[in-house]
């Protein structure tokens, strides 16, 4: 699911979203990237020419960051390659909607198509990357993030298929849960989306990049003030720490 908006134009939307994690604060003496600081080390990712799928949440920051001059497109499950900005008020089509039901625009070159090539594009590896949001993410790559049970939910989306036909999967999240707990496990307790799908995460704490050989993420970046220890004691699962991490620049 795609929500955002490319060459660096800005919606009043993303303005609100960015203002509510904008500030960084403590993270039990350490401190925490903000939402728009993942993100903007997400954005780092993207490539000049990639076709990309943004996922709901956090991930949508992303669109801000795209780097001046990078030409990359956005994709939506529901048809339509090449999102442009949000719309102003005297622009709105009701017709012209994203996955996620909000009223986008179409930049110059998009194209239109059903669902079923849209997901055609997702299942034969055509797209270069997406970034989702997870509840959990196991030690092995696993991801869940579609559903807690017993909580109403509208259906899994795209998500399973684009951790399973994406060319490179990164997820941006909180580290710990708001009850404390880590995120990042030895095992997903949810309804699992993918398998040993995951290349990168992203967090408040830190880089973490998948060893597929080892199937383990390496930890290869921290957020400023925060320590190795610091990351290992809010990591439930198993992580390799057997490279010098850099810090995160923000």
Request: glycine share 12%.
């Amino acid at each position: 699911m795609v929500i955002g908006c490319a060459g660096g134009l800005v919606h009043p939307f993303f303005v609100a979203a960015r203002r509510l994690g904008l500030a960084r604060q403590p993270y039990d003496g350490a401190m925490a990237l903000t939402r728009d600081e993942i993100t903007r080390r997400a954005a780092r990712e993207l490539r000049d020419g990639y076709i990309v799928n943004l996922g709901i949440g956090m991930p949508t920051l992303v669109a801000n960051h795209i780097p001046e001059g990078m030409d990359v497109w956005l994709q939506s499950e529901n048809g339509l390659l090449g999102i442009g900005a949000f719309p102003t008020d005297d622009e709105v089509d009701a017709d012209l909607i994203n996955a996620g039901k909000q009223t986008i625009t179409a930049r110059p070159g998009a194209s239109f198509f059903s669902s079923a090539d849209s997901f055609a594009m997702i299942r034969g590896g055509h797209i270069d990357m997406c970034i989702l949001g997870a509840m959990e993410v196991s030690q092995a790559g696993d991801i869940a993030n579609w559903m807690i049970p017993g909580k109403m939910v509208k259906g899994m989306g795209g998500a399973m298929d684009l951790v399973a036909g994406v060319r490179k999967v990164v997820v941006t999240m909180d580290h710990c849960s708001r009850k404390g707990g880590s995120k990042i496990v030895r095992e997903c307790s949810l309804p699992l989306t993918g398998t040993g799908c995951i290349d990168m995460v992203i967090t408040d704490l830190c880089v973490l990049e998948m060893d597929h050989e080892r199937q383990r993420f390496r930890l290869t970046e921290r957020a400023p003030g925060v320590s190795t220890d610091e990351v290992i004691e809010k990591t439930a699962g198993e992580i390799l720490v057997d490279v010098e991490a850099s810090t995160i620049e923000v």
